[in-house]
Each structure stands twice: as C-alpha cells, then as structure tokens.
C-alpha cells in the first residue's frame, strides 16, 4: 500500500532513554515464558504451593480459635509465621523456578544466539547493556513472580490475619528477609542462566548444563567432602550457597556453622562475576557468530 | 541510571550525506572482512551487490552499528554509528528469518517501537502505519510462525521502518517473495526514497537492482570494486566496450559511416536491417548518433544496450577483480 493511503506522516516524537526500553525486553521475556502451556504446568505447581500455604495460614487464623489441636497439628506445616518458615516456603519455590528456567532458558536467552535475534535488539536504539540488564531482569522478573511476590503475599496474609497488626512491626526483618533471599535468588539464577544459555542455546543440553550445576556439584561437594572431611568443599554446592545466604538475610541459620556464610557469600559473588564476564564477552562476540 | 530523555533530532535525509566510511577496516580475528573503504551514501536508492565472502554483510553490520570498526570511522547524521543517537536514523532489515514465533507480527512490531524508545500509544500508532505500508494490517494479528516467507519479508520491513528512519538498510529484500510481492516491495523502496530518504539494498537478483538502483557499489574481496550509477560504472570499463544493438531500414549505410567514429570499436552485421556495436565512451557515443541520426534523416527503429544491465557489469568487474 501506498505510504500516502496508510496516512503515513513522519514522525517527530520524543524518544525515551534507552533504560526504558530495557523494560520492553522483560515484558517481552515474561510473555513468552506465559504464553507456553507447557511452563504453566510449573508456574500451576508455584501456585499450587501457594494457595496451599495460604489456606493453611487462613485455616490456623480461624480454627486455632475453635480448637487449639488444630492450630498443633498445623504448625507440623511449618506455618508459623516465622523467618524460617518463609525460607523454607521460598526454597520450596525457588526450586520450581530453577526447573522452569532449565527449560526456558532456551527461549529466553538461547533463542537469541541461536537464531540470531539478537540483531534486531542490537539495530535498535538500545546498547549491549541495556540488552544485557533488560535479559536479566526478564529472568529476574521471572523469579520475583514464583518465589518473592508469593512469600510478601503470604507474610501480609500472616499479619492481616494475626490478632493484631503488630506482626508487621515486630517482624520487619521477615520482610527484609523475604527481600533479600529474593534478590540472591533473582541475581545469582539470572547471571547463571544467561552466562549458561550464552553458551548452550538448545533446551535439552541447557537443561543439563543447568541441572548439572545445581545437582553434581552437590555430589562434588558431598564426595569430595567425605574424602578430605573438609566441610568447606560444601562451597560447591550454589544452591546451598543461596540457601545459606538467603536464610542469614532472615535472620535465621547457625552462624557458627561451617562454611560461613560470609564464605557462601563470597562464592556467590565470585560466581555473579564470572558470569558477567562471560555475558559480556558472549554478548561482545556476537559480531562474529553471526 | 537514565539517561535524559531527548527530543528526537529533525531527519537529516535531506541534508546530504546520510551514511560515511572513511578508512574503514574490519577483521574477524586473522580474518579481513572489509578493506579500507571510503564511502558516502545520500538520499536515494543504493544497490549492494557482490559475491558471496565479498563483505556485504560486514559493510551492512557497521552501518547498522552491529559492528565496531578494527579501523577507521562509520559514522550515520554525522554520530558513530554504534551510538543510539545514530540507530534512531537507521531501520535494518536483517536478512535473518528469526523472531519469537509466537508473537503476532502487531505485536512484534510494536515491541521494536518500544525497543526504540517509543511510549505505548507512539508505539501502537507507528505500529499501525508501518504494517499498513507493507500491507500486512489485515494479517498482523496471526502468529509469525504461521507466516509464509513473504510475510516475514514484510514484517521485517514493517519494524525497519517503524521509527520512520532517515536511512532504510535491507538486507535481501526480495528472498523468497513471489513476482507480485517484489513489485510492491520496490514500489515501497521508492517511496520511501521519495520522501528524501536513503535506501541500501543488498540484494543477489541483479536483474532487478536494474530497476530498482539509481546507485549500485559493487563489492569484491572485501573492498569496493565500483561505486555510482550502473551507466557511470559501465564507462569505465575500457576493456570492456559497450555492446549496442541497433535496426535500421538503413543498416549498411548506417554501419559504413559508424565504423569510421573513433568511439566505435567494432561492428558486426548481423542482416540487412541489423547490427550490433562495441562502442567505447558510450555517453560520448550516443550523443553523437543522437544528432547524426537526425542530421541525416535516418530511420531508425531499435537501439539497445545489450550488456549495460547490473548483471553484465557484475560479470566484467568480478571477471576483472579475478585477475588482479
């Protein structure tokens, strides 16, 4: 069609800064993951945990009053209310959004290298960085999504159905706490994804790689361990390293236990480094691979 | 952490040079992919076509600040054209085929808007009138991965131009589209270089950069061969004199006096009322058949180039780059 007949006019608006344009990218990394049946099979079991904790949390606020028993035998679920509690709650999602990322990273970040659409991200206004924060933050989102906004909405349950609204001033470090195991998880599985999935576009080798990670350098630490009964060799394990690090943010965990967290902190951040380090490079390199 | 926001600068497509390499080398590693090049591109439509290896690809990658110059400058509206300043005067259309299939092609193009720095409702009006310009408003709403070949052309080119570029750089353009979609296409190219805008397409169907081109650069081994008009190129191929094919009810006579022109290599006669010429300096030539024809009041009824089209001029300079 004539440009004429399509009303065409130049155009003559304001563009934003490119930082702007990054959210672009999280949007469009988070439809993709929820326009997929087959990811909704986990995101239904994130949302399986959480009604279920939420119920369990309605059900002790209203029968614990009939019947102290129940409020007992509710507590065997942990719902306590406390740090600990929340952490294990966040572990439990943090889990299902490694599984979900295992096999979504492919399309979130693989896609990119392994098709070349890179280039149309890259021919736009924006820079290496912003694609490289806006792909972050879109496996971040995605974390914040299954693991951080359902433990706030559990805490607030919590509070609200308390005898009182001090819960909140009296538990403020459990906010702190939800916050801050929820940034480990987004920071450390988004820098991990994209490095992996830089290198690895296809799902099922990425699934490995992924899984690989998280399950055999558990084994690695495990064993080798048992062998130089050096608990330190436990450093290997990141998702203990996460777990660690997260429950401290609660407040809770033995702090004389070893490795330190100050140790399982340091791992972390050595391993974010890396793995930006490869994303840069890996990102850098993209002149040449296509 | 952000930037200002800025008024976007007026189109510089009128003002001359869009696009300039000046002493612009690239290596991939051991690897050289262009070569010292020196180049202006303005307004207009400019063709890209050389051999595969040749550095098309490259040359269009640094002008779309997906490559950074080894050496040298690339620089778009007078900005390095990595800059996002630069990119805001640049649509590419990749020759790529990749995009996340299940996104609508609407969509699609709307989030390149939003890529560009554009609000939701900018990007969902200039959204609009780029899909109606590569006349896919109707289907934009099916899933790219439903798409024939055509339509991915089509949508490509509706998020190249969804900014509305001061230059368009396409990258085979014509791949895969039927003869109807291709005359579209270069109907779209026109009027986009109508409005004072520039256009470089690379493209392997020579026959139809004939059609399409004012300007052609030929490439070869990473350098330009030749740049300008596909009539300017052919006259510098002194080695290669100009066919031309010419019928006349007066053909002896005709050739009798055209043989002796020091601009006429040869002729050869092909039946009482045809012959074909080599003919050097050929602006020089036809000027001069021009007023002898009517001077002397001789009839003629053909003349044609014969080996003036992009291909033929291909064929030389590649055939010549071979032997340097």
Redesign the interface.
């Known amino acids: ?3 004429e ?17 990054s ?3 999280v ?2 990394g988070v439809l ?1 993951i929820l ?2 049946w087959v990811f909704w099979l986990l995101i239904g079991l994130g949302l399986l945990n959480f009604l279920l904790n939420f119920a369990l949390i309605y059900l002790k606020a209203t029968l614990t009053i009939q019947n102290e028993a129940v409020g007992q035998f509710l507590d065997a679920y942990k719902v306590t209310g406390t740090g600990e509690a929340y952490a294990d709650f966040m572990e439990g999602q943090a889990t299902i959004t490694a599984l979900l990322l295992a096999f979504a990273g492919a399309n979130l970040v693989g ?1 990119d290298y392994r ?3 890179m ?9 290496r960085r912003h694609y490289i924060v806006g792909k972050l933050m879109s496996v971040g989102a995605v974390v914040t999504m299954i693991a951080t906004l359902p433990t706030i909405a559990l805490f607030i349950e919590y509070g609200v159905l308390s005898s009182s609204l001090d819960y909140f001033f009296e538990n403020g470090r459990i906010l702190v706490g939800i916050l801050g195991y929820g940034l480990v998880l987004a920071v450390v599985q988004s820098l991990l994804l994209f490095a992996i999935a830089s290198w690895v576009h296809r799902a099922v080798p990425l699934v490995m790689c992924w899984l690989g990670v998280f399950v055999l350098l558990r084994l690695l630490a495990d064993t080798a361990r048992a062998i130089s009964d050096d608990r330190r060799w436990l450093l290997l394990g990141i998702w203990e390293n996460m777990d660690r690090v997260g429950s401290w943010c609660f407040g809770a965990g033995n702090p004389d236990k070893t490795p330190s967290v100050g140790l399982c902190l340091t791992v972390l951040v050595g391993l974010c480094i890396i793995c930006l380090i490869v994303i840069v490079r890996r990102v850098r390199a ?3 691979v ?1 | ?8 600068t ?2 510089p497509a009128t003002a001359g040079a869009v696009a300039e390499l000046r002493s612009v080398t690239k290596w ?2 051991p690897v050289i992919g262009v070569n010292d090049l020196d180049l202006t591109i303005g307004p207009g439509i400019t063709g890209l076509l050389g051999p595969n290896g040749a550095g098309k690809t490259t040359l269009i ?1 640094l002008l ?5 110059p080894s050496l040298g400058k690339v620089t778009v509206s007078g900005r390095s054209a ?1 800059s ?1 300043a630069a ?2 005067h ?1 649509g ?1 259309c ?1 020759d ?1 085929d ?3 299939e ?2 609508s092609g609407r969509r699609f193009v709307r ?2 808007a ?6 939701k409702s ?1 990007a969902k009006e ?1 959204a609009e ?1 780029a899909l ?4 896919m408003t109707d289907r934009a709403d099916r899933r790219l991965r439903g798409y024939s070949k055509g339509m991915r052309q089509r949508i490509k080119l509706a ?1 190249a131009l969804v ?2 570029p001061a230059m368009l750089i396409v990258d085979e353009p014509l791949n895969g589209v039927d003869p109807v979609g291709r005359r579209e296409l270069m ?2 190219f026109r ?2 270089r109508d ?1 004072g805008k520039a256009v470089l397409v690379s493209s392997h169907i020579l026959h139809e950069m004939d059609a399409l081109a004012e300007r052609v650069i030929f490439m070869g081994r990473g350098r330009i061969l030749a740049s300008g008009t596909l009539a300017e190129i052919r006259e510098m191929l002194d080695e290669h004199p100009l066919h031309v094919r010419l019928r006349s009810s007066q053909a002896r006579e005709l050739a009798a006096q055209l043989i002796r022109w020091e601009d006429v290599k040869g002729i050869e006669l092909r039946d009482e009322e045809e012959f074909s010429l080599e003919v050097r300096r050929p602006d020089a030539f036809f000027q001069r058949l021009g007023d002898f024809v009517v001077a002397e009041s001789i009839d003629v009824s053909a003349l044609e180039t014969t080996d003036a089209s992009a291909e033929a001029v291909f064929d030389y300079i590649m055939s010549s780059a071979a032997r340097a």
Do not use: C, N
Request: charged letters at 25%; hydrophobic letters at 35%; a positive charge.
């Open positions: 069609m004539p440009a007949l399509a009303g065409y006019r130049e155009w003559s608006g304001k563009t934003r800064s490119p930082w702007r344009a959210w672009s990218i949007r469009t993709m326009r997929r896609s098709q070349g659409g280039i149309y991200y890259l021919s736009r206004r924006i820079e993209i002149e040449v296509t | 952490m952000s930037a200002p926001e800025s008024p976007r007026a189109s991939y590693g990658k779309a600040g997906l490559l950074h990595a996002s990119k805001e640049i590419y990749p790529v990749a995009f996340y299940e996104m989030t390149m939003r890529l560009h720095g554009m609000s900018e200039r009138i109606a310009e590569v006349g998020q900014h509305d109907e779209l009027g986009f409005r």
